[in-house]
């Protein structure tokens, strides 16, 4: 018999037997997703004085800031910039009380640490009284009818079913809101932004770094490369960026990177006087579709290849690295870009270029985008609304979407998938869900006054 795999287009079927699924849990609000906005919901939610239960397929609390490694959670902030705050703004306060936390590089902020901040999860977790359900995989959507009343999940103890009167979407890629009907929509695959393997590296001299760093230092115009061309504002040009390309260029006219990987090259997070250099995101993965797990898992095995000829560039051409050596990779690779819900109203480009203003307001985010080759970063005081409408998907009842799958055009995602701005998006969605719990109205009912006044309570600016 052949042995050959089958290809997608060459699949049969299988009918799946039929089988009672054990109910396991009853809430009043799930949260599936624990990254910033995911955890913020429930947080938020819990707060406002509902049961909350918060489903995760890793086993630890913090998606992009814990399982991908992503440390830099506001590298945006300047002396001008105006910020939500909220919960937010409280993990970074807590990082920093439980020594989960160091200076950021080229802001006013702290860049958490991202194993440390597994633990300031958990402690957020326990105090808010959230039943925690981790190491449980999101299956299916339980519907009547248009209506969500739960989701199935799959994990070590098998198929289990998990019943709520409110559901928050907060795995990233809409997948509660794809398959229970509600229209999405991706960004084509060869204008999807980057996936990268973060890693972190130990051995470092900092002494000798940071002093290679101000014989050269590098300013944000320098990410317009010959591979990358950054749209700016013009006044970030001058602004100091720890950004490395030259040993990887070096590296690739000596022959020790191929000449194709020349998308290689990026920032570097926070020098530690141990010689840990963390936050290292140099690696770029392009056309890597973070809904399709062979596309994931090809790009992830590529993308750890790429950082260890990254690790061997800086090893010879970066001053303070000759020692260096890999400390670990993240959980899992860093997806930026997948489904979008098709919301009751979708941001567009002018919101988060010209300081939208809306009604059903649920947070601010200073004027920072960060994709799609546009690079603003917020000096001047300028912010926009969330709208409330953004996270609520067409055609599903009971659900709500928070953090980077919320509505909206390319531009306004280059600015809302930002880790901050999810953890906004994820307070607000968590509050209305409880209040609509409370007052047994249908989500898109939820008195805004209502939802706004309970924002001001747990420390948030929507205006």
Not at 32 to 60: I, Y
Not at 296 to 314: N, P
Request: proline letters at 4%.
């Amino acid at each position: 018999m052949s042995s050959q795999p089958l290809t997608k287009k060459s699949f049969e079927t299988i009918q799946e037997p039929a089988r009672n699924i054990d109910v396991v849990h009853r809430t009043d609000v799930l949260v599936v997703g624990s990254g910033p906005a995911g955890l913020a919901a429930a947080l938020a939610a819990a707060r406002t004085g509902v049961q909350v239960t918060l489903v995760e397929r890793f086993g630890c609390f913090g998606g992009n800031l814990t399982a991908v490694g992503v440390e830099g959670f506001a590298w945006y902030r300047h002396e001008q910039t105006v910020e939500a705050n909220g919960i937010g703004r409280e993990f970074e306060e807590r990082a920093k009380a439980m020594g989960a936390a160091v200076p950021e590089v080229q802001s006013l902020s702290y860049e958490i640490d991202s194993e440390g901040f597994k633990l300031v999860a958990d402690r957020l977790v326990e105090e808010a009284g959230i039943h925690a359900m981790l190491h449980r995989m999101f299956v299916s959507p339980l519907m009547e009818g248009d209506t969500i009343i739960g989701i199935v999940v799959e994990s070590k103890a098998g198929r289990e079913a998990i019943l709520a009167q409110r559901v928050i979407d907060a795995t990233g890629d809409a997948d509660i809101a794809h398959r229970a009907g509600a229209p999405t929509f991706k960004t084509p695959l060869e204008h999807v932004q980057a996936a990268s393997v973060m890693f972190h590296l130990a051995g470092v001299n900092k002494k000798e770094f940071l002093a290679g760093v101000r014989a050269d230092p590098q300013t944000y115009k320098d990410w317009s490369t010959g591979e990358w061309e950054i749209e700016t504002s013009g006044k970030e040009d001058a602004m100091f960026s720890p950004f490395l390309a030259k040993p990887f260029a070096q590296a690739i006219r000596d022959g020790v990177i191929p000449a194709h990987l020349n998308t290689i090259g990026g920032t570097w997070g926070a020098i530690h006087d141990t010689g840990e250099l963390t936050y290292m995101n140099l690696v770029h993965l392009a056309g890597c579709d973070g809904t399709d797990p062979d596309s994931m898992t090809h790009h992830e095995i590529d993308g750890r290849r790429q950082a260890m000829l990254a690790i061997e560039a800086l090893r010879r051409y970066t001053p303070g690295c000759s020692q260096v050596r890999l400390r670990n990779f993240a959980m899992t690779i860093g997806i930026r870009d997948t489904r979008k819900i098709d919301a009751l109203y979708n941001m567009t480009e002018h919101d988060v270029r010209e300081q939208a203003r809306f009604d059903d307001t649920i947070g601010i985010y200073p004027e920072f985008i960060d994709g799609y080759g546009v690079l603003i970063l917020p000096t001047t005081g300028r912010y926009m609304h969330i709208p409330y409408r953004s996270m609520l998907p067409k055609k599903v009842k009971n659900l709500l979407v928070a953090g980077r799958a919320i509505g909206g055009d390319r531009i306004a995602h280059a600015a809302t998938r930002n880790m901050a701005c999810c953890a906004v998006a994820g307070q607000g969605a968590g509050i209305a869900a409880a209040l609509s719990v409370k007052a047994q109205v249908e989500l898109d009912d939820v008195n805004m006054s209502h939802i706004q006044k309970e924002l001001a309570k747990q420390g948030v600016r929507y205006l």
